[in-house]
């Protein structure tokens, strides 16, 4: 079950990081076209931050799927993987 969860988290950190390359280029992009980048720039950091999030979920599944097979045996084995 963690490792569905863990597969899962894994392609939303691979979304988040394409929605932040995709913004980055769209901010480079607009001043050649005289657009201001205020508002892309701030969709930006938040697409940043939303895979800084994705990243930290992600590792604590890893982690925890991590301890579970030290534990092997143990409830969390049982129950998570």
Do not use: C
């Not at 205020?38 to 999030?53: C, H, I, P, S």
Request: charged share 30%.
């Amino acid at each position: 079950m963690i490792n569905r969860h863990l597969r899962l988290a894994q392609r939303h950190v691979e979304e988040a990081a394409g929605e932040v390359s995709m913004q980055r280029q769209a901010v480079e992009r607009l001043p050649a076209q005289g657009v201001r980048t205020k508002v892309a720039r701030m969709l930006l950091n938040a697409y940043e931050a939303q895979l800084e999030m994705q990243i930290a979920t992600r590792d604590r599944l890893a982690q925890l799927r991590n301890e579970a097979e030290v534990k092997r045996g143990s409830f969390l084995t049982q129950r998570w993987l």
